[in-house]
Structures are given as structure tokens and as C-alpha cells.
């Protein structure tokens, strides 16, 4: 069973920077995808980023100048680094691996974590 469980998350106030991990289990993903989705009250899950196997990144724009998303393979685990964080990117952040098609698209991937929640607010 694959489970993957996302950390990091917390109140922080804006210009803070934060970083998130995603840690999956009961498969390796060294060959496949793995993403940040973001979802804010009241909005629909939204693409952050993602990175391929061979660690060809993509973003959304925006937020390609201040987060970048990064991998370990040995550990299985996925990371987002955000920096300069605003209001506006408060949300739950989830996980996502193994697409099965565009990266862009939450529909795509077949595994997802529960979330970890950002806060940012001074």
C-alpha cells in the first residue's frame, strides 16, 4: 500500500520562508513524477510544482521565483522549499506522485498525500 505523508507546514508570517517534505512508502518512485498542489479555502486544488524523474522541474508562474521543489530518491521524499512567503499562499499543500499524464493536472496522479497546512498571517 502506497501511503505518502507531508510535513512542515505551520503559522508563519509573511517574508518567512518554509520547508515542506513529502515522504511516500511502500513503493519507490525513483522513475516517476512527483508535484505540489496546493488547495486555499474556497478554491479549487491548484498546480505549485513538479519534478520529474530525472529532476526537470516545472512551476506554476506564480510562484516559480520563490519555491522550488527538489528530490531524494534514496529517502523517497519530495521537498518544497518556499521562500518569501505571502498571505496569499496560505493553503493546504499535498503531495502528489506517479502522474499518469500532464503534471499540471491534479487528475493525472495516481497517489496523494493527506496535506500539510500553511498559514501565513502576522
Known amino acids: 500500500q502506497v501511503t505518502l505523508v507531508e510535513s512542515g507546514g505551520r503559522l508563519v508570517e509573511p517574508g518567512d520562508s518554509l520547508r515542506l517534505s513529502c515522504v511516500a512508502s511502500g513503493r519507490a518512485f525513483r522513475h516517476q513524477a512527483m508535484a505540489w498542489f496546493r488547495q486555499a479555502p474556497g478554491k479549487e486544488r491548484e498546480f505549485v510544482a513538479a519534478?520529474?524523474?530525472?529532476?526537470?522541474?516545472f512551476y506554476s508562474d506564480s510562484v516559480k521565483d520563490r519555491f522550488t521543489i527538489s528530490r531524494d530518491n534514496n529517502k523517497n521524499t519530495v521537498f518544497l522549499q518556499i521562500n518569501s512567503l505571502k498571505p496569499e499562499d496560505t493553503a493546504v499543500y499535498y503531495c502528489?506522485?506517479?502522474?499518469?499524464?500532464?503534471?499540471?493536472?491534479?487528475?493525472?496522479?495516481?497517489?496523494w498525500g493527506q496535506g500539510t497546512r500553511v498559514t501565513v498571517s502576522s
Open positions: 502528489a506522485v506517479d502522474p499518469s499524464g500532464n503534471y499540471r493536472n491534479p487528475e493525472a496522479y495516481n497517489y
Open positions: 519534478i520529474t524523474w530525472s529532476t526537470i522541474t
